[in-house]
């Protein structure tokens, strides 16, 4: 047998303690802690595997983002820094649900399938967040690399966005970068400092934050980075690790909530910047001097930073195409901003990264972002030579542009890059978050959970806008957003939760509201909803 110890190992130490189906999702496999013990040993496993047939070595994050403290998660990271190839989700799927006596024969079907010398060398990059459960999960993942024959480069405790950056690194013999912690702060703090170097201030731009790092390992990060980049912006950290991950602060509390952070002193006029628990999500909140408060989302940043790439582009001369990519939840007014008002081409994915990331890569420059926050920047090799070649050749745009490069970290969204590119664009244009938010005004939305018995039911096309099955249920929507000028909706299967979302726009937000329960209502109905209808109905009363 080719992979002797693999099923003792997992009676003795991981046996499968799930019975119910679980499925490799947008964010890997994510649960309550206490239920992961023996995923990790099995991602472990993969991850080996994958390794072996990609020649490359392979990523394993612990991690459950911006879920509560109890939860955890795991996702692989492939060669170039990518989520998992999807052939390879399926077989994550299948080995984690496999029992533990048939570990060994499953294994040994992927490898046949794939084609695997399994006999090759392997290494796995193992890195965690800050929560209590990880370094136990950790130690699974490491058994499973261990007894599938692999080799473990363990980096502790780091962010998403990190080991991304570390695995795309060592793959590629360091020609993005160097394949360390001090290689990555170097890279993104050099170009951000040499960016400003005229000076901090500029017009109403004040080089100062607050920052809310959630309590998780994005304040680590931003330790580590106010070494690097000194007086070239002033902050004042939060949530270091002092309160509960996540709770009543962090990236997607301050976007589902709309709410100045907890744990942040509130201070008008100055930027508050919130990161998620493993760091690859961002939200800027301001209060203005009229004490109104201001949330600046992964769509407002998208725009911003798309449209001063633009400017930049077509400063520099060079004929390379720029895109933008959102999905169905990004806000209507900014579609229709960067479209009609700056003339930027925008595309629709569907939810979760990888497919923001695939179609950015039609583009020479492809600018993706979640309206949560989670989003970068990808550049064609073409396009990085081109810039480069003319900044070598004193293009002050390109120069520019070949400096922005370095401050974002392309392979996957990255809270702290995304923030000192976001302030880069800021001082280059000499604005305050006022004048940000000033481009263009957000429409009134509105987001609904819905329980269903069965969310499979609900399947969608076009970028999740249009809903196919049940069969029905779409002319419903259609029927009730026609009762609004101006309304938008649309429903679709979470891939992360076990729940039915449900997203609506209109002119105000007491009739976005009105939609947003009419459809969710029409969801029960259609797609065997299993929750309380009144209390969907008087969800906003
Ligand atoms: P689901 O649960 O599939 O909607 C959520 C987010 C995604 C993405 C993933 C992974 C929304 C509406 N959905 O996915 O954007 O971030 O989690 O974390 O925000
Ligand atoms: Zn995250």
Redesign the pocket.
């Given at each position: 047998m080719t992979f002797p110890k693999v099923v003792t190992v997992a009676k003795e130490q991981y046996p499968k303690s799930v019975k119910k189906e679980i499925k490799y999702g947008t964010a890997g496999f994510r649960s309550n802690a206490a239920e992961l013990d023996f995923v990790l040993y099995r991602m472990g496993l993969l991850a080996t595997l994958r390794s072996q047939d990609t020649g490359a070595a392979i990523g394993v994050m612990i991690?459950a983002?911006?879920n509560p403290v109890a939860d955890n998660g795991v996702k692989l990271v492939d060669p170039a820094g990518e989520m998992l190839a999807a052939a390879w989700e399926v077989h994550a799927t299948t080995l984690v649900n496999a029992p533990d006596d048939s570990l060994d024969v499953v294994l040994q079907e992927i490898a046949n399938k794939a084609g695997i010398d399994v006999g090759k060398k392997a290494m796995v990059i193992v890195g965690r967040d800050t929560r209590p459960s990880s370094e136990h999960l950790r130690n699974a993942a490491v058994t499973g690399v261990e007894t599938a024959g692999g080799q473990v480069w363990d980096l502790g405790i780091i962010t998403?966005p990190v080991i991304h950056y570390i695995v795309t690194c060592h793959n590629d013999g360091g020609k993005y970068g160097e394949p360390t912690m001090e290689g990555y702060y170097q890279k993104i703090s050099k170009a951000f400092v040499k960016l400003r170097a005229d000076g901090a201030s500029n017009g109403k731009y004040e080089p100062e934050i607050l920052f809310d790092g959630a309590n998780g390992v994005g304040a680590l990060a931003m330790e580590e980075f106010v070494g690097h980049i000194g007086k070239a912006l002033n902050t004042t950290r939060y949530n270091k690790g002092d309160g509960i991950l996540n709770h009543m602060c962090g990236a997607d509390f301050v976007k589902t909530q709309q709410r100045w952070p907890g744990g942040v002193p509130e201070q008008a006029g100055i930027r508050c910047v919130s990161v998620?628990?493993?760091?690859?999500?961002i939200m800027y909140s301001f209060i203005d001097a009229s004490g109104k408060y201001l949330m600046l989302d992964g769509d407002k940043i998208a725009t911003l930073v798309a449209g001063y790439l633009q400017e930049l582009l077509s400063a520099s001369g060079l004929k390379l195409k720029l895109g933008l990519v959102q999905t169905a939840y990004a806000n209507g007014a900014s579609t229709e901003y960067i479209q009609k008002k700056l003339g930027v081409p925008v595309s629709c994915a569907k939810t979760g990264v990888k497919h923001l990331h695939h179609e950015a890569q039609q583009y020479d420059i492809g600018v993706y972002f979640e309206a949560n926050g989670?989003g970068t920047v990808m550049f064609s090799q073409a396009a990085k030579d081109a810039i480069r070649a003319a900044a070598q050749a004193k293009n002050s745009s390109a120069e520019k542009l070949s400096g922005v490069m370095d401050i974002i970290n392309e392979t996957v969204g990255d809270a702290i890059s995304d923030m000192l590119f976001v302030e880069t664009v800021l001082h280059a244009r000499g604005w305050s978050a006022a004048d940000w938010n000033n481009a263009y005004t957000d429409l009134p939305n509105r987001q609904m959970k819905v329980t269903v018995a069965d969310r499979s039911v609900i399947t969608t096309t076009d970028a999740e806008r249009v809903c196919v099955t049940p069969v029905g249920l779409q002319d419903t929507i259609n029927k009730l957003v026609s009762g609004f000028s101006k309304g938008r909706a649309f429903v679709r299967a979470s891939g992360t939760e076990d729940i039915v979302r449900v997203y609506a726009e209109a002119p105000t937000q007491e009739e976005t509201d009105k939609l947003a329960v009419q459809v969710a209502c029409a969801v029960h109905d259609q797609a065997g909803g299993t929750g309380d209808r009144n209390a969907i109905l008087s969800s906003f009363a």
């Open positions: 991690t983002s911006h998403t998620d628990g493993d760091a690859d999500r989670h």
